[in-house]
Every structure is written in structure tokens, then in C-alpha cells.
């Protein structure tokens, strides 16, 4: 089974903060995502990875930054941590496209920004 | 631009109901469709997919149709239990887009 783990569970940061959020899959995924969960809005992507050092803004990545150096870890990175960026964040990867499109997705990590 | 539309919750059910959940989307080209559920506490994990016009995705007694005509996937379950309780997404992909659209997602509750 293809395994997504994020490096915490639950993360509390001052405002202004530098905050890095890990993801690793061991499956050989070429893509990788971050996604940000809000009550009533669903999932939005932050940045996606489709190969090492290779990345592409999503639809809201103003405030975040992402780093890819390997096959099978993706970073997410909040330069500035603010208020605004409470929520919940999610890791996936995939296959490339054409191959099923299903995403697998880590556990989230709860951040909390003070 | 891809865009799914999934019926607003919260939904509380009894056990043994039957429980639905609505899925529109818009899309270009031949999307392939998809269920997700959220688990309290976990990240999402995919319940059933389907890829072409009039596949039909079942898992753990839940099913839906790729519905071309009315662009729609509609979520069903015969008879919930209580460990069903959870968070629904309805989601899209192009064929050839790694990308996903969520819903909105859909929360149920099944009480006993």
C-alpha cells in the first residue's frame, strides 16, 4: 500500500514564523501536492510537484513557498507564518497523469498559527 | 475551468438509512470521477472511482454512476452505519491532468 506521512499532526507557530511542513511517500510517485482544507471550501491547492525540483503553483500559493531536492519528499514552506494560514494541510502524490489520477493522501497536519 | 458542485451537509442520518449524497460537475474533454472520504482525525482516502461514461464505482457498499447526460456522480448507500460518519468529497480529473477539483465535501453523521 502506498504510505503518505506528514512530520506532524498537529503544529502550533507565532505569527511571523518561518514553519517547514515535510511529506515523504514511498511509493515512486512522480507528482506530489500540497492542499489546504477549510470548513465549507474544501481542498485547495497550494503547489504541486511533477519531478524533482520541479514545481507549480496551484490556486492560492501567495504566502507559501514549496521544495522538492527528492523523488520522495515534498516541502511546504510558510516563509512568514500569519493567522490566516490556520488550517488543515494535506500531502498526496500520484502517478503521472493518464495512469489513474488517484491521489493517496498523508494524515494532515493541523497548524495553528498564534 | 473543471468545477464540481456537491450537495451541502451537514446530514444526519439513523442507522440502516439510506443516504445519498449529489455530485455535479462541469469539465471539459472526458474526466474521470471520483469519491473520497475523511475519517475524523485522518487525511482523505479515495472510496471509489469510476473513468468512463456510465462506469459505475461500488465500495464498502457504497455506489455511483458516471452520469454523462446529467454530468453528475451521485454517492449512495443503502443502509448506513454508524462508522460511516465521515466527510465526502466529490472530486474530477482530465484525462490527461494530474490536478484534482474537490467539492465542497458533504459531513455525515450516523447516529444509532
Known amino acids: 500500500d502506498v504510505k503518505v506521512t506528514q512530520s506532524s499532526r498537529y503544529l502550533v507557530k507565532r505569527t511571523g514564523e518561518k514553519v517547514f511542513l515535510e511529506c515523504v511517500q514511498d511509493m515512486d510517485h512522480e507528482n506530489m501536492f500540497w492542499y489546504r482544507q477549510d470548513p465549507g471550501l474544501g481542498l485547495r491547492l497550494i503547489y504541486f510537484s511533477y519531478d524533482v525540483k520541479m514545481k507549480e503553483k496551484g490556486d492560492i500559493p501567495e504566502g507559501y513557498s514549496v521544495s522538492r531536492e527528492k523523488k520522495e519528499r515534498f516541502s511546504l514552506i510558510l516563509e512568514s507564518a500569519s493567522t490566516n494560514q490556520t488550517s488543515m494541510y494535506l500531502c498526496?502524490?500520484?502517478?503521472?497523469?493518464?495512469?489513474?489520477?488517484?491521489?493517496?493522501f498523508g494524515p494532515g497536519t493541523r497548524l495553528t498559527v498564534l | 475551468g473543471n468545477s464540481v458542485t456537491q450537495m451541502e451537509g451537514p446530514v444526519t442520518l439513523s442507522e440502516e438509512a439510506f443516504l445519498t449524497i449529489n455530485c455535479t460537475y462541469t469539465a471539459t474533454g472526458y474526466p474521470s470521477l471520483f469519491w473520497y472520504v475523511q475519517y475524523p482525525g485522518e487525511g482523505l482516502q479515495l472510496l471509489l472511482k469510476?473513468?468512463?461514461?456510465?462506469d459505475k464505482g461500488s465500495n464498502k457498499g457504497f455506489e455511483a454512476t458516471y452520469r454523462k447526460e446529467t454530468t453528475s456522480f451521485h454517492l449512495e448507500k443503502g443502509s448506513v452505519q454508524v462508522s460511516d460518519s465521515a466527510v465526502y468529497f466529490c472530486?474530477?480529473?482530465?484525462?490527461?491532468?494530474?490536478?484534482?477539483?474537490f467539492g465542497a465535501g458533504t459531513t455525515v453523521t450516523v447516529r444509532a
Open positions: 498526496a502524490s500520484s502517478l503521472p497523469a493518464g495512469l489513474g489520477n488517484e491521489q493517496f
Open positions: 472530486a474530477l480529473s482530465d484525462q490527461y491532468d494530474y490536478k484534482l477539483s
Open positions: 469510476a473513468t468512463k461514461a456510465d
